[in-house]
């Protein structure tokens, strides 16, 4: 009994070591009281099962990774970056869509996603789908503010606003739907919508934002599906995928420019710039760093052109365990495992420079 009772209370001391240890590993985490997500698929929860598109994931395969393998509309195969750095911040484990009909008012204080799938900075890019584009998402913000404000009252409304992590995750769209008109001019134009979103965002009491760049886009498998097909269409070499990576880090560099000079002009507020393109592609170039096995197709189906309504309940998928192993969760989109990386990235990049 008594060496039962000795193990006991070594395995107790040694637990508190090693939670202490991990803990000064992470470093200090920023105190925010909600969470703010305005962009596209890569961050919507679940807005697009309340509008009238195609374009939505609820329903299997879609979230076989989820807690309680549930398909909430999430474009994963479980969660995506909002929950994990909510969790991480320790403000909830679930960042809801706003447009939830059953959204509570505990989750409202705590803060939402507006994003929607398929969204992005152009309106035009939005048109085919019928979805909401990043400019028209203020709208929802601001119902968002009236509906705080009667619940907490307007000076604890803004002070919530004032306090929240806004995170902005969009742009990959807009070169999606441009596979052959992508004009390097076409940057400004996404670059003078992504400041004027900023700035409504400030107006309206935002203080702490950050900013996703683009990631490698040509990387994923339903761009490589599409050079294919084009080239046995034109005999020519359209070098897609590096040409196309190329603009997203051109893009990338003229995006932490313009947040740079935002960040002169909005007082009292952060601005920062989130790097997606370096982590991923790091990946990509290295997938047994990560335990990937499978960085060019998806988990669901062949994983070359399967996404939303061609990912259904009837797609054979690479299974649930495997799923962990692939880059990619369908033909566009991020496996959850990826997501993880990219958010464990931005809880040690991004998150210190809010401190």
Not at 68 to 80: N, P, V
Not at 288 to 308: A, P, V
């Given at each position: 009994?008594?060496?039962?009772?000795?193990?006991?209370?070594?395995?107790?001391?040694?637990?508190?070591?090693?939670?202490?240890?991990?803990?000064?590993?992470?470093?200090?985490?920023?105190?925010?009281?909600?969470?703010?997500?305005?962009?596209?698929?890569?961050?919507?929860?679940?807005?697009?099962?309340?509008?009238?598109?195609?374009?939505?994931?609820?329903?299997?395969?879609?979230?076989?990774?989820?807690?309680?393998?549930?398909?909430?509309?999430?474009?994963?195969?479980?969660?995506?970056?909002?929950?994990m750095l909510a969790s991480a911040l320790k403000i909830k484990e679930a960042v809801p869509p706003?447009?939830?009909?059953?959204?509570?008012?505990?989750?409202?204080?705590?803060?939402?996603?507006?994003?929607?799938?398929?969204?992005?900075?152009?309106?035009?890019?939005?048109?085919?789908?019928?979805?909401?584009?990043?400019?028209?998402?203020?709208?929802?913000?601001?119902?968002?503010?009236?509906r705080l404000k009667g619940i907490v009252g307007e000076e604890r409304a803004k002070q919530i606003i004032g306090g929240a992590f806004v995170l902005i995750s969009a742009g990959s769209n807009d070169i999606f739907t441009r596979p052959f008109n992508l004009h390097y001019s076409f940057q400004d134009t996404m670059l003078d919508i992504v400041q004027n979103f900023t700035k409504e965002l400030h107006d309206l009491g935002c203080r702490s934002m950050a900013v996703a760049g683009l990631p490698p886009v040509g990387y994923a498998p339903i761009e490589k599906t599409i050079q294919l097909a084009t080239e046995l269409l034109l005999p020519v070499d359209l070098k897609w995928v590096d040409n196309i990576n190329s603009y997203a880090q051109s893009y990338n560099k003229e995006l932490v420019k313009l947040l740079a000079q935002a960040q002169t002009t909005f007082s009292g507020s952060?601005?920062?710039?989130?790097?997606?393109?370096?982590?991923?592609?790091?990946?990509?170039?290295?997938?047994?760093?990560?335990?990937?096995?499978?960085?060019?197709?998806?988990?669901?189906?062949?994983?070359?052109?399967?996404?939303?309504?061609?990912?259904?309940?009837?797609?054979?998928?690479?299974?649930?365990?495997?799923?962990?192993?692939?880059?990619?969760?369908?033909?566009?989109?991020p496996s959850k495992s990826t997501y993880r990386v990219i958010a464990k990235h931005i809880e040690k990049e991004v998150f210190p420079k809010f401190l």
């Open positions: 009994m008594a060496s039962i009772k000795i193990y006991a209370i070594a395995a107790y001391v040694c637990a508190i070591i090693f939670n202490t240890c991990k803990a000064a590993g992470q470093g200090p985490l920023p105190k925010f009281p909600a969470i703010l997500i305005f962009g596209d698929s890569t961050v919507d929860t679940g807005n697009n099962n309340y509008i009238n598109t195609l374009l939505k994931a609820n329903f299997f395969p879609y979230g076989q990774n989820y807690p309680g393998q549930k398909a909430t509309g999430r474009f994963s195969d479980g969660e995506l970056i909002p929950d706003f447009l939830d009909p059953n959204l509570s008012d505990a989750e409202v204080i705590t803060g939402v996603s507006f994003a929607s799938a398929g969204a992005g900075y152009d309106y035009q890019t939005n048109t085919l789908l019928n979805v909401i584009p990043v400019p028209k998402q203020i709208d929802m913000f601001r119902d968002y503010i009236a952060k601005i920062v710039y989130v790097d997606v393109y370096e982590p991923l592609d790091d990946m990509v170039k290295n997938p047994k760093r990560y335990g990937f096995l499978e960085t060019k197709r998806g988990c669901c189906g062949t994983g070359l052109f399967e996404l939303g309504p061609l990912c259904r309940p009837t797609t054979p998928t690479c299974g649930k365990l495997l799923a962990s192993k692939f880059l990619f969760w369908d033909a566009v989109h």
